[in-house]
């Protein structure tokens, strides 16, 4: 950009070169042409830069919006508008203002951006009325069960069960196994969090292979007020003869739950 400006073209001038950068095949001239938009100030490119919103680049969008923020300009469309406030990290504002039009941005920064914006990107689809999530967002949350990073699978999970969609149910039941205690605990709130399907499904997972998972079903279970007698047979064979102790002692607590005749 700089070099462009040194060449003492007047302000129209510069915003015709700036803007035919834009289009550049090259994604950083383009993401330096919307910086240099942004520097100069002058709202007649929005539209132009509102165009880059839908950049195959995740580091020109990023730059995109933020250029049409610093402009003080609303993209022109709700889609628009809902990648703006995604790129720029307002994932409250997306959810509120743009309802069903946010979900696309946040899929997306779910599957390519970094571990903290997949983060926000997975509580920002927890947020959407069940109604508006559709079957897109519960698949980029199931996928994204299986992330690297435990940070996004506890998010996930927190997700899943907030929109409460039976399809989570298996998936949060694998995760009853997860290798992370975090993700473990989360997927069997969100397991209680579904409702009677959830229930049930730790009922079953008291019988998981894993320590883990039998431990994770069981504390789970302590949560339900009043507790799940059909669980108390499988509880007491957990509680008497399971080989580990976490397990015996989750339980011991999920027995402690139940109602006394």
Do not use: M
Request: charged share 20%.
């Amino acid at each position: 950009y700089a070099e462009w400006t040194s060449r003492g073209k007047d302000g129209d001038a510069e915003r015709a070169l700036l803007e035919a950068g834009l289009v550049d095949p090259d994604p950083i001239v383009r993401r330096t042409a919307a910086e240099g938009l942004a520097e100069l100030g002058d709202a007649g490119s929005a539209e132009a830069l509102a165009n880059l919103l839908s950049d195959a680049d995740p580091a020109v969008r990023r730059t995109a919006a933020r250029a049409l923020e610093d402009l003080n300009t609303a993209p022109p469309t709700t889609e628009a508008l809902a990648v703006q406030l995604v790129e720029t990290q307002k994932i409250a504002e997306a959810v509120n203002q743009c309802g069903a039009a946010a979900v696309p941005p946040l899929v997306r920064a779910l599957r390519q951006r970094q571990v903290s914006e997949q983060v926000s990107a997975a509580w920002g689809l927890g947020l959407l009325p069940p109604e508006l999530a559709g079957e897109e967002t519960v698949a980029a949350l199931i996928t994204a069960l299986r992330s690297d990073y435990p940070g996004v699978r506890v998010q996930v999970a927190e997700s899943l069960g907030r929109l409460g969609f039976e399809a989570a149910i298996e998936p949060l039941v694998t995760s009853l196994d997860d290798a992370d205690l975090d993700v473990r605990t989360e997927a069997g709130a969100a397991l209680l969090a579904i409702g009677e399907p959830g229930h049930l499904a730790l009922v079953a997972a008291l019988s998981a292979a894993t320590a883990e998972g039998r431990a994770a079903a069981a504390s789970a279970l302590a949560n339900i007020t009043g507790g799940r007698v059909e669980a108390e047979p499988q509880l007491v064979v957990l509680l008497s003869s399971d080989e580990d102790a976490g397990v015996r002692a989750a339980a011991a607590t999920a027995l402690a739950t139940l109602p006394t005749a």
